[in-house]
């Protein structure tokens, strides 16, 4: 079961990683800590001198790279979702087949009971035609007038 399974993730098919985009115009070049109260990073070149609350400030490419990521992770993880699916039909399917063959087969249905049934059979046809021969031997005869 270890080997199918590693074979079939190596068969998978994975969509590609997206590639991160280009730096937008204008963003920041760094992620950049904002905390309450603290007087804004000199990067922000904004005209406010004290932040009103406590953020990040991400720059967008890396946003948008993050966001492509977590689409590409989504994906990756339905296809193996897909792909765990189909070897777990496949591993039932099989353990079906066993436990099948592993069962008790009915008293008639087994070798030595039909080798039984046939000699028996052999034995009756064998009487039936001898009886057979010996009665028309015996009225042929003459002896049972």
């Not at 997206?18 to 804004?40: H, V």
């Not at 296809?79 to 496949?90: D, K, R, T, V, Y």
């Not at 008790?104 to 028996?120: A, M």
Request: charge should be negative; include cysteine; hydrophobic fraction near 40%.
């Amino acid at each position: 079961m270890f080997w199918l399974l590693l074979s079939s993730l190596a068969l998978a098919d994975l969509p590609e990683r997206p590639d991160a985009p280009d730096p937008i115009a204008g963003q920041c070049s760094k992620n950049i800590a904002l905390n309450k109260g603290q007087p804004l990073p000199a990067e922000l070149s904004v005209d406010v001198s004290f932040t009103y609350c406590s953020a990040v400030a991400v720059p967008l490419s890396e946003y948008a790279d993050l966001l492509a990521t977590e689409k590409w992770g989504v994906s990756a993880y339905k296809i193996a979702n897909i792909e765990i699916s189909s070897l777990e039909m496949q591993r039932d399917w099989y353990k079906n087949r066993l436990e099948d063959q592993l069962k008790p087969k009915p008293w008639i249905d087994r070798p030595s009971t039909q080798r039984w049934l046939g000699r028996i059979e052999t034995i009756v046809i064998v009487g039936i035609v001898t009886a057979g021969l010996g009665a028309t031997y015996h009225y042929s005869a003459g002896t049972g007038k």
